[in-house]
């Protein structure tokens, strides 16, 4: 669960890499929202949550923290290739 919405898995393929889809496809908040912050920093937002990427490597994959990581949450989340490959979805707030 990524706030209140459930994600199936989709399509699962060779290596890490996967595709999950709401299972309420057509809510809005539901589906990632990739933007950019007003500094320019990519984030991505899911329902409520922001998440600001932490780090990427060469294969393309990123590491992405909840925006209230300062402040004590640990959820998080990481792309390959602009898909989400995993989620630890435990927020505090």
């Given amino acids: 669960m990524v706030g209140v919405y459930r994600y199936n898995l ?4 060779k290596g890490a890499r996967s595709q999950w889809l709401c299972n309420k496809r057509r809510s809005a908040g539901c589906e990632p929202v990739y ?3 007003k500094y320019g920093k990519p984030v991505i937002q899911i329902g409520s949550y922001r998440y600001n990427r932490r780090s990427t490597c060469k294969a393309a994959r990123a590491q992405w923290l909840c925006s209230k990581w300062s402040v004590g949450c640990r959820a998080s989340l990481i792309t390959l290739k602009d898909e989400i490959v995993n989620i630890k979805n435990e927020h505090n707030h």
């Fill in 10 to 13: 989709h399509k699962k393929s």
């Fill in 35 to 37: 933007t950019v912050s």
